[in-house]
């Protein structure tokens, strides 16, 4: 941990006051004169959220992985570097069942072939507690996704580089519990084959999305593995421009499948942004562009409603943040352009009750990157974020979270979670979605101590990641804990 500077010390811009308890409705951070941008953003189990992405170090003198943790108002708890003393680049920040996180990337100058993939895991105050080096003595190794296995244990990915070509492997691994590797394999998928990012699945194993060169020129590509690496399924997928196709961002989705967010470049010079689903089997469902002619998607969710939200950036000279919101079909709801800045670009956003959280990074003319990051409602309408208040329909709950556990959590899409009950005179469990709905009921038999639930609505659909919030109600009372679907 390079830097951990809390709020009184942070340059930091909400709402035009440096520190503010109430919730906010945007951020624009920065430490002075160094770069900051958020990457990826993930929600926390007390409402708040981490932000993971790129922060230069004053005495390192180069970038390293940057984590900022926010409170359920939006504002600043604390933030910190890491990494080595070279170069390195965070891809990927994931929730751990204890709740800290787990961080992806490399260490190294890219495309050098000397590059190591680094791994590390945080617990809940940012403090790192265990740490993975991949190193490949011939050529350059990068990691651009670690999660948590419902099982127990990690599986990662990324892809090799090698020192004359830039050419590539996918490479996935899988850790033990105490982060040490227990196989490693390579997949070949053509000369210049990359892992962009990775999604455990509730099998033990995982979805890894990248781009390949099979077939000319580049586009992206999808292996299915089991626990032991296995290749359960693969594909390549060609969109509709047929150029050049790149993925960023990946979700599971409400039927079982996958979402795929990226960009797609044209032979005339002109790109858009894509949005691939995916059945659980590979096969597609959904194949939408959008922003056409200078969009690029980077990272995207399925909300509460069954549509989606994707977020990048569009524009030539300048760019701005752009996200696109749509019905279950991909049909367009709305769109909306954000420009904090000369140059801005939208990196992550993800789903909190009835709102909406982006992070990107925004560079004014002559000065280094900041972190961005705004708050709207689910019609993209700019609005102060308080996770605090509880989703309707529990507003009326007492009693301490501390009484209700679950676990684990995060809660892995598609695993089971178990409830450790405050009492034995508990009579019911209800699981309520990020808007207040209740999605899920259960009687708890009598003198029961413990209930589970396996993560589907009461219709038997899957639910998708986000926040939740369990109530069990007891004769006279209703407890209530939040918990995260990752």
């Known amino acids: 941990m390079k830097r951990l500077s809390r709020i009184l010390l942070c340059i930091l811009v909400l709402l035009g006051s440096a520190i503010s308890t109430r919730a906010q409705s945007s951020i624009l951070f920065g430490h002075a004169g160094l770069t900051d941008y ?18 230069e170090d004053s005495t390192a003198q180069s970038m390293q992985y940057w984590v900022a943790r926010f409170s359920s108002k939006g504002t600043l708890l604390w933030d910190s570097t890491y990494g080595g003393d070279a ?66 244990g990690y599986m990662w990915t990324g892809h090799t580089v090698d020192p004359s070509t830039n050419y ?19 997949f070949p998928m053509g000369n210049f084959a990359h892992a962009h990012c990775g ?10 999305v990248g781009h390949t060169d099979s077939i000319q ?51 005339n010079g002109s790109s858009s942004m894509w949005l691939l689903v995916l059945d659980a089997t590979g096969h597609t469902v959904l194949d939408k ?12 969710i399925q909300c509460s ?16 943040i752009y996200a696109v919101k749509t019905d279950s079909v991909g049909n367009v709801e709305w769109t909306k352009t954000f420009a904090p800045a000369a140059n801005s670009n939208g990196n992550d956003v993800f789903q909190h009750n009835n709102q909406l959280v982006m992070v ?32 309707a329909g529990v507003a009326g709950s007492v009693g301490s979270q501390s009484e209700l556990t679950v676990n684990p959590n995060p809660l892995p899409s598609g695993g089971l979670a178990t409830f450790t009950l405050p009492s034995a005179d508990a009579n019911s469990i209800a699981i309520y979605n990020a808007i207040g709905q209740e999605i899920y009921s259960h009687h708890i038999a009598g003198g029961a101590l413990v209930t589970s639930w396996n993560g589907t609505t009461n219709d038997g659909s899957q639910v998708t990641e986000g926040i939740y919030v369990a109530v069990v109600r007891t004769a006279s009372s209703a407890i209530q804990t939040k918990f995260v679907v990752k």
């Open 199 to 208: 999604l455990a699945t509730s099998d033990g194993g995982m979805l890894i």
């Open 360 to 391: 990107g990074e925004a560079t004014k003319s002559g000065q280094s990157s900041e972190l961005w990051g705004l708050f709207t409602d689910m019609k993209g309408v700019k609005a102060a974020y308080d996770a605090s208040i509880p989703p």
């Open 217 to 267: 020129p580049t586009h992206d590509c999808a292996i299915r593995l089991d626990s032991n690496g296995n290749v359960l399924w693969s594909g390549i997928y060609m969109s509709t421009l047929a150029n050049d196709d790149e993925p960023y961002g990946l979700c599971a989705t409400r039927s079982g499948g996958f979402a795929i967010f990226g960009g797609s470049a044209a032979t």
């Open 38 to 55: 958020g990457y990826r953003v993930i929600p926390a189990t007390d409402g708040g959220f981490w932000v993971g992405g790129e922060g």
């Open 87 to 152: 170069t390195d680049f965070l891809w990927s920040i994931q929730p751990s069942a204890d709740g800290g996180v787990l961080l992806a990337g490399y260490t190294g100058i890219q495309w050098s072939g000397a590059e190591t993939a680094l791994m590390l895991k945080l617990d809940s105050t940012g403090h790192t507690v265990a740490r993975y080096n991949c190193v490949d003595s011939v050529r350059g190794i990068h990691s651009h996704f670690v999660g948590e296995r419902p099982q127990g």
């Open 168 to 186: 590539g492997k996918i490479v996935a691994g899988r850790l033990n519990e105490n982060f040490e590797p227990i196989w490693q394999k390579r």
């Open 289 to 300: 562009h959008y922003g056409l002619g200078s969009g690029w998607g980077y990272s995207g």
């Open 305 to 320: 409603d069954g549509g989606f939200v994707e977020i990048g950036g569009i524009g030539t000279a300048a760019s701005e």
